[in-house]
Every structure is written in structure tokens, then in C-alpha cells.
């Protein structure tokens, strides 16, 4: 009996520091340690700080706030954040807990058209600093309304899928164009007239 106790016990000290000084964290599945449930041996988790990516979001030179910043990685990192105000700081967004490996940063705002051409970085074992200068993306559709009676109104509208970017107004006889602004580029919009008065047109 007191053999077998002085094995659990120089198995539960054997298992507790091998497992300190020789199993490091990993960032992928395909990577992680395998084992088994056990009454001797513990599993223990040592916790490491991820990397952080920050920069400034912005238009023209100016700061924009709640636009979508992602960092995508095939390797399994992921991150997200919605520009904001940073106290003290000129920067507007900060990705925390990344793991190292290749990312591609998008960057769009929620509302508007403003968007960035995706960035390809590669995170190893240091922060790192990325600004992005969005574009003003805004495209307009529009076109003419035939055989609107005088006084009678409709209404013109575009939807696209793809961006969830919809858009609405109306148009009174006798005239007859419409335009339909600041719509997100997409190649999926649909156009739709509606009335009291006329059957839905697409």
C-alpha cells in the first residue's frame, strides 16, 4: 500500500512539472495535444496573451468611427471591431487576442459606402500598428417612369442581397425620373415600383 501511494504521488509531481516545462500553447486544432482522462495526471491550461492590432480608421485624412474591422486568418485567428473613440489615443480600433499567423484586415461601414481593398498582414510574435484609408464606394441607379398619370405617385425602390443596402423614394406625376444614390456597388439590385393605385412592378 505504501508503495502504491508513492507512486501516485511521484507520478502526480512527474506529471505536474512535465507538463510546465514541456507542453506549449498551440492556435490550431490539427496541432493540439491528445490525451486521456486519467486519475493521476492533470491537463493544465497555461494561458498566453494574443497579439493586438490597432491602427486608425479613416476618410480623407479624417477619423471615421463604426466602421467593421475583421481579421481573418486560415489558420484559425480571428478578430473583430467597430471603430470608435479611444481615449488618449489617435488610434480608433484595436483587435486584441489574434494568434500568430497570416491574416487578410477588411474594413467596411456599416451604413455608408465608404470600404477598403482587404490588406494582407502576417502576425508573428509582435503587435502590430495598421492605418486604413477607406475610398468613397457610392454609386447611383436611375432611369425614367413611363405613362405615370398626373398627381398619381409611386414609389421606386433598390435592394441588393448581397450588401443588405436598401434603398427608397417616391415620384409624383407628371414627373417621371428617379434616382436612387448613394447605393453600395453590388451587381444584385433589384428594382421595385409599388402604388395604391398600380399593380407591383419589377
Known amino acids: 500500500m505504501q508503495m502504491i501511494m508513492w507512486y501516485r504521488l511521484f507520478c502526480?509531481?512527474?506529471?505536474?512539472h512535465f507538463f510546465i516545462l514541456m507542453?506549449?500553447?498551440k492556435y490550431r486544432w490539427?496541432?493540439?495535444e491528445k490525451i486521456g482522462p486519467s486519475g493521476i495526471c492533470n491537463k493544465?491550461?497555461?494561458v498566453v496573451d494574443g497579439l493586438m492590432l490597432s491602427g486608425k480608421v479613416s476618410y480623407d485624412g479624417n477619423p471615421l468611427?463604426?466602421?467593421?474591422i475583421e481579421a481573418y486568418s486560415d489558420d484559425g485567428g480571428w478578430g473583430f471591431e467597430t471603430s470608435r473613440r479611444i481615449f488618449g489615443s489617435t488610434d480608433n480600433y484595436r483587435i486584441r487576442g489574434l494568434a500568430p499567423g497570416n491574416y487578410e484586415v477588411t474594413a467596411e461601414a456599416k451604413q455608408d459606402c465608404y470600404s477598403?481593398?482587404?490588406?494582407k498582414i502576417i502576425m508573428n510574435d509582435k503587435d502590430i500598428s495598421l492605418d486604413i484609408e477607406l475610398s468613397n464606394t457610392c454609386a447611383s441607379i436611375f432611369g425614367t417612369i413611363h405613362n405615370l398619370d398626373v398627381s398619381q405617385t409611386v414609389y421606386i425602390s433598390a435592394i441588393s442581397q448581397s450588401t443588405k443596402n436598401y434603398k427608397k423614394v417616391s415620384v409624383t406625376g407628371p414627373a417621371n425620373a428617379y434616382s436612387l444614390s448613394n447605393l453600395k456597388p453590388a451587381s444584385d439590385y433589384i428594382i421595385t415600383l409599388t402604388s395604391?393605385?398600380?399593380p407591383k412592378h419589377y
Open 12 to 16: 502526480q509531481i512527474f506529471c505536474h
Open 23 to 25: 507542453v506549449q500553447t
Open 30 to 32: 490539427s496541432e493540439a
Open 44 to 46: 493544465n491550461i497555461n
Open 65 to 68: 468611427y463604426n466602421v467593421d
Open 116 to 119: 477598403a481593398i482587404p490588406q
Open 196 to 198: 395604391p393605385d398600380y
